[in-house]
């Protein structure tokens, strides 16, 4: 039996074809999803099922309309819609969460509203039309698309990149607690995060670990927006906001520097320049930790291959990488691989000492 994705409507004997088409046409519920994500849909069913007429008053939709988008995510798993015996008039039809909806709300934990609305973003999606002339030329199909690279346009569209800090954010929540989960901070005084964002994974760790000191290190329009969330977590106290460049320098001193998905988007001479600043700045018996995916060999289902593809077509140069190319790197930067550890998550922690 071929294998089933996560959307695809389970057969008893599914044919290489049906399985094929539904893998062809599995960008249908990815915009599906952002659509529902811009309109708030999960949310404005926190508080319990309501009719598609309700839904679509509020959310200023067209009714029949987005009765045919919640139907078509329904049947997917995501919403999940009340039906009459007798059946009923599209306004009356009654939409309720799932599990699969629910962290499209927006202030849930784990929120991963940010990433479907970024996945449906016209600047998103245009370059991955573009992704045979980047298989054949090796060009960045974002920079072609826009004269830009991606984070100069977000640097130039505010709108654009808050969207994109808002999906960065959900991948780390995602991330968070599979890291608690794998590796023991317990031995480092201060744990510095490279390009941390507003210290969602910072502050998670911090609370974990309460004899930990963290720094966290972004660009100064970045870290601006982090203090709310350290002060939320009541980590203000242990916390430190730093803004920079990493391409220049970086705070000195800690015994811990953690960079999750930033090696990947960078191609291997400004990744090594990132982590010989890494390699200046740790403590001599410090570490450096990487969370990134690691492409393992052979034919298994793989998060990162597919990753690996949106590295391709929106970053100069950017990748996901195999563990002997994350060896070859930090050996270049004065490091050495000291282990790699999985976590329940896409991603590992690829651990690295100073030579």
């Known amino acids: 039996m071929a294998t089933q994705m996560p959307f695809m409507q389970e057969t008893p004997q599914a044919l290489p074809e049906v399985t094929l088409i539904q893998m062809i046409t599995a960008r249908w519920v ?15 069913l926190g508080d319990g099922p309501q009719s598609c007429a309700e839904l679509a008053a509020k959310a200023g939709a067209h009714t029949g309309s987005l009765y045919r988008l919640l139907r078509a995510l329904s049947s997917v798993g995501i919403f999940a819609e009340d039906v009459a015996e007798d059946g009923t008039e599209a306004g009356q039809a009654r939409f309720r969460l799932t599990p699969l909806a629910e962290p499209l709300c927006a202030n849930t934990p784990g929120s991963l509203r940010g990433v479907a609305i970024m996945f449906g973003e016209p600047w998103s999606v245009q370059p991955w039309g ?11 199909a974002f920079d072609r698309a826009f004269g830009i690279g991606a984070f100069d346009y977000f640097s ?22 599979a890291v608690l989960a794998a590796y023991d901070f317990s031995a480092f ?21 309460p004899s930990l000191q963290g720094i966290l290190f972004d660009a100064p329009q970045v870290v601006a927006g982090s203090r709310k969330v350290l002060e939320a977590a009541g980590l203000a106290d242990r916390c430190v906001s730093v803004g920079g460049d990493f391409f220049a320098s970086l705070p000195q001193g800690g ?23 890494c390699r200046r700045a740790v403590a001599a018996n410090g570490k450096l930790l990487i969370v990134d995916a690691v492409i393992e060999p052979g034919n298994a289902p793989a998060f990162g291959k597919l990753m690996d593809l949106e590295m ?13 190319e994350f060896r070859t790197l930090l050996d270049a930067a004065g490091f050495h691989l000291t282990r790699i550890v999985p976590t329940p998550s896409p991603f590992s922690i690829v651990e690295g000492a100073p030579a």
């Open 30 to 44: 990815s915009q599906a999803i952002a659509v529902a994500a811009r309109l708030g849909i999960a949310d404005l």
């Open 189 to 209: 005084r201060t744990l510095v995060d490279v390009a941390g964002g507003h210290g969602i994974l910072l502050a998670a760790i911090l609370r974990n670990y």
């Open 130 to 140: 573009d992704l045979l002339r980047s298989v054949q030329t090796g060009e960045t």
């Open 312 to 324: 391709l077509v929106m970053t100069q140069g950017g990748r996901e990488r195999t563990a002997a």
């Open 156 to 177: 130039q569209h505010p709108d654009t990149g808050k969207i994109f800090e808002q999906s960065m954010n959900g991948f780390t929540a995602l991330s968070a607690d």
């Open 255 to 277: 015994d811990a520097y953690l960079m999750k998905n930033i090696i990947h988007d960078w191609d291997s001479e400004r990744c090594i320049a990132i982590l010989r600043n």
